[in-house]
């Protein structure tokens, strides 16, 4: 089965440039809106801090200017919570550039406040709420544009650090030391934001394939239907009207009629009983799946002009965890050479050794190409509504098992089935 992974690149530009499919774009919309709104509230946050911080520990001087950076601040991070309720995807897009305007604003009331006064501790304050901006940045889930904003945090930090020496008295040293916890919250902020956007593509690409294993599902039940009635109006259906049809010499009183009617309608049970076993073979429950590969064999010979040797030798004669995706694999498989592999012969092995369960079917028909079981060209043919083979594939994969198809050396075709066992 096709797994169609979403583009990364895509993905870059949170993944609203069009992908076709409105329930991944709504999960990645919902993600990104939600980063949007904890940068908001660590804006906000950021905002109480610097108000608190010139309130309560007020500069010498400059006070006016300072206060005319924190106002405009305030005003800019309460405008920023109207678009965090339901924003545009442009402006999702977009949106790291804000932490930009949250730097230049704590950077512009650290300096303020460092050149107020020869001695002050409002800078040196001021200077741990640089830490929010990598935090911030980390909601991105976008490692490059998180990088964009850590690093220029890391550089403007220790700038205003060493402009704010003066006022606080602080060594080089400890500059430096504190220079690096801000390196690393940033470099943290990168590795979480790595990890976020992982999960979020996890997530988005677990939708996608369970929409598409959900529509592949509705598929095979439709081709099963569909099989269902032409299999009963091509066979059964057809003896009971032939059986109708020859009532009216019976009425007559022919005595060969009778035979004719006894003929078709015993021909009808026969195969209303073989459709009945494919669809729940009761046996596969009652006898193990040797016995039911062996009555599988049996009702596809009656029924065709096949000869079909069963080898269940190496198989227990006791029911398996594999059996019900085996006999799957194996009426899948029988099918298909019935219609396509033009074969006279088939044989059909079961083994179970070393912890695996494994189905051989070889025929000696037309054979195949590489390119015909390749996983390209069972995609395609699953596009088109064929899906037995390819939905076979799938099952055993999902079980941990495998599906091979190959040609055979001189002329048909090699097919194996393989399920793991638990001890």
Request: charged fraction near 20%; proline fraction near 4%; glycine fraction near 6%.
């Amino acid at each position: 089965m096709s797994r169609r992974r979403i583009s990364r690149a895509g993905f870059t530009a949170w993944g609203f440039s069009g992908s076709g499919e409105p329930a991944l774009d709504r999960i990645l919309y919902q993600h990104a809106l939600l980063g949007l709104r904890v940068q908001v509230v660590l804006r906000l946050t950021l905002t109480v801090f610097l108000v608190l911080v010139v309130a309560l520990d007020p500069p010498a001087q400059l006070r006016a200017p300072i206060w005319a950076v924190v106002g405009a601040y305030l005003a800019w991070a309460l405008a920023s919570i109207a678009p965090a309720r339901r924003a545009a995807r442009r402006t999702l897009r977009w949106a790291w550039l804000a932490l930009l305007v949250d730097l230049l604003a704590l950077t512009a009331v650290a300096v303020l406040a460092a050149r107020s006064d020869q001695t002050s501790w409002t800078s040196d304050v001021l200077l741990t709420g640089f830490a929010f901006i990598p935090m911030a940045a980390a909601t991105q889930l976008r490692p490059a544009v998180c990088a964009a904003i850590a690093v220029p945090t890391t550089l403007v930090f220790l700038l205003t650090s060493a402009a704010a020496r003066s006022a606080n008295g602080e060594p080089w040293s400890s500059v430096l030391l504190h220079t690096l916890v801000i390196a690393g919250l940033g470099a943290g902020s990168i590795l979480l934001s790595a990890v976020a956007r992982s999960r979020v593509l996890t997530i988005a690409t677990l939708a996608r394939e369970r929409s598409e294993l959900l529509d592949d599902a509705v598929r095979i039940e439709a081709r099963e239907r569909r099989e269902l009635a032409e299999a009963l109006h091509d066979g059964a259906l057809q003896f009971v009207l032939a059986a109708r049809a020859e009532m009216d010499a019976v009425r007559r009183g022919e005595p060969v009629a009778i035979d004719r009617v006894d003929t078709a309608l015993a021909q009808s049970g026969r195969l209303l009983r073989s459709t009945l076993a494919a669809l729940n073979p009761a046996v596969l429950e009652r006898h193990g799946l040797s016995t039911a590969i062996t009555e599988l064999a049996r009702a596809t010979e009656s029924s065709s002009d096949l000869s079909i040797l069963v080898d269940t030798a190496a198989w227990p004669d006791h029911p398996t965890a594999a059996d019900a995706l085996l006999f799957a694999a194996a009426r899948e498989l029988l099918g298909n050479v019935v219609r396509h592999a033009r074969a006279r012969h088939v044989e059909m092995t079961l083994e179970h050794a070393d912890g695996q369960a494994r189905l051989v079917v070889v025929d000696d028909g037309i054979g195949i190409t590489d390119d015909d079981v390749s996983q390209q060209s069972l995609d395609a043919r699953m596009a088109n509504g064929h899906l037995g083979l390819a939905s076979r594939r799938v099952r055993l994969a999902v079980a941990g098992g495998s599906l091979s198809v190959r040609p055979r050396t001189g002329s048909g075709t090699v097919a194996v089935a393989t399920v793991p066992l638990e001890p």
